[in-house]
């Protein structure tokens, strides 16, 4: 498990039934599903999601089968493990091939071993900044998000994108948020104008979905400066996705592996 408080909060454990899992059954269920996982000491992939049943909880868990996930998807199976063991994950995927539920599942529950940790404040956060290229995507991601969060106790999103009133999402971050969804461009001048109000000295973890496109689009800059606001004096987790696994069209994720503290990366061929 990686030493930030919010992994230490959840205090992921193998179950039995992922613990027992002999390296051959392993090596089959990878070639099965065609992925592709390197790194120091990875946390076993799972099989169900009932495997975590104690973990995520009765509400998560019928949530994720309100959404029509009835079986995990193979870039799931390994980074929902190594996410909730608090590990920085690379993941590569094609789109539709879950990689949404691969973040926010262990997202959420992190968010909600920190919101615990406050006595469930309101204010207390954020936990988490998910960050992606398009008012399309973080849309989508909100959605998604508040649709595994129904019936999770203080548990909030400010989705955060231009072309939107500012003073709506104002109003969101003064009432009280846990994860933050945006576009770089927005996130920024929130940061440098209202930065009492976005806290991101709060945020354990850092998301970046499509994160190739994130900077071939030209936000790298932008990116940047958003995690120089974040005082760099804990340990928080990065999980970056993207659905181009071309190895050669994926420069920018390679430098962004070779700074991150022993990452899982996980490349999903279907």
Request: aromatic share 6%; net charge positive.
């Amino acid at each position: 498990m990686a030493d930030n408080l919010h992994a230490k909060l959840t205090h992921y454990q193998e179950p039995a039934s992922i613990a027992s899992a002999s390296k051959s059954q392993i090596r089959y269920m990878m070639k099965a599903h065609s992925l592709e996982v390197s790194g120091s000491q990875v946390p076993k992939p799972l099989t169900t999601f009932d495997q975590l049943s104690d973990l995520l909880g009765p509400t998560l868990l019928q949530n994720i089968e309100s959404l029509g996930w009835t079986s995990a998807t193979g870039i799931q199976r390994q980074a929902i493990t190594a996410a909730l063991a608090g590990r920085d994950v690379i993941g590569w995927a094609p789109k539709h091939s879950g990689k949404t539920g691969a973040f926010l599942i262990p997202t959420l529950v992190h968010c909600r071993s920190m919101s615990a940790w406050y006595s469930d404040k309101r204010r207390a956060g954020p936990y988490a900044l998910i960050l992606a290229p398009t008012r399309e995507i973080c849309c989508e991601l909100e959605t998604v998000c508040q649709r595994l969060a129904v019936g999770m106790k203080n548990m909030r999103t400010a989705l955060l994108i231009g072309g939107e009133p500012l003073p709506n999402q104002l109003y969101r971050l003064k009432k009280g948020v846990q994860i933050l969804i945006g576009t770089p461009g927005r996130l920024l001048d929130l940061a440098a104008d209202h930065p009492k109000l976005l806290r991101l000295w709060q945020v354990q973890m850092i998301i970046m979905d499509e994160a190739d496109t994130i900077f071939q689009s030209g936000y790298g800059v932008q990116v940047r400066q958003i995690l120089g606001k974040i005082k760099d004096d804990r340990n928080r987790q990065f999980m970056y996705f993207s659905s181009n696994t071309a190895e050669e069209e994926n420069d920018v994720l390679k430098k962004l592996v070779k700074r991150l503290k022993s990452p899982v990366e996980i490349k999903c061929l279907d």
